[in-house]
């Protein structure tokens, strides 16, 4: 089984809401990445988990606020979103290294 | 530092006919190479992926693709389109430290 799970599969927010991102994966993977995509360009790299531990995050605002709470869970907490972060949302699973990725379905994004 | 160029943003075949997406990497390690399919507001879908032995892999949906080292080329190929096929396709080369290093997208028309 190869699936990685996202939810929701659409979220709409206004800028001063909260909400959060869920992404799930039952395949013992201990590496997980969340992606932003906007349309038409290849998705862009957020934050790394490795082991539950951030392991890289790659100069994101901190309105995005990453959280791992165990090995299949991994979340996006969002607070005071601009509408330019509307995008597509992804999130992806591996061994830890350099291993194959296997992406969710993603969360479509719309911040008003 | 790893890269990778695709050539060519859009590709228009007809149903029936060959495909071929272009993929040339840069690294300055033996690189693990893939290609991924993505359909309109879904995920991206691992079509296949090189990491040592045979060059020439094959992947799902009838695809493969040839490692050539001496032209630091990946192309992708299907022998027929199919309407199925239309879709954007990225071809991404992994660094040592896990980051998926992606092209800028090919999106592939398929004419009937």
């Known amino acids: 089984d190869t699936e990685v799970t996202q939810t929701p599969k659409h979220l709409v927010m206004g800028m001063t809401n909260k909400k959060s991102l869920k992404c799930e994966q039952h395949?013992?993977?201990?590496?997980m990445y969340w992606y932003k995509q906007k349309a038409k360009k290849p998705p862009e790299l957020m934050f790394v988990?490795?082991?539950?531990?951030?392991?890289i995050n790659e100069s994101v605002p901190s309105r995005f606020s990453p959280e791992c709470p165990n090995s299949s869970l991994l979340n996006l907490h969002l607070h005071a979103l601009q509408p330019e972060d509307s995008a597509l949302y992804l999130c992806a699973s591996s061994q830890v290294g350099a291993d194959t990725q296997y992406f969710g379905p993603g969360t479509r994004l719309t911040v008003l | 530092a790893q890269s990778v160029t695709q050539l060519g943003s859009h590709v228009s075949v007809s149903e029936g006919a060959l495909v071929l997406l272009r993929c040339n990497y840069s690294?300055?390690?033996?690189?693990?190479l893939f290609w991924y399919v993505q359909y309109p507001n879904q995920g991206l879908q691992l079509l296949l992926k090189y990491t040592t032995g045979a060059t020439l892999v094959k992947g799902i949906n009838g695809f493969e693709a040839e490692f050539k080292k001496s032209e630091t080329s990946f192309h992708l190929t299907k022998p027929s389109a199919h309407m199925s096929d239309a879709a954007e396709y990225f071809c991404?080369?992994?660094?040592?430290?896990?980051?998926?290093?992606f092209g800028q997208g090919t999106e592939l028309s398929v004419k009937p």
């Open positions: 690294s300055s390690v033996p690189p693990y």
């Open positions: 988990y490795s082991y539950e531990k951030l392991s």
């Open positions: 395949m013992g993977h201990r590496a």
């Open positions: 991404a080369v992994i660094s040592p430290g896990g980051k998926l290093i």
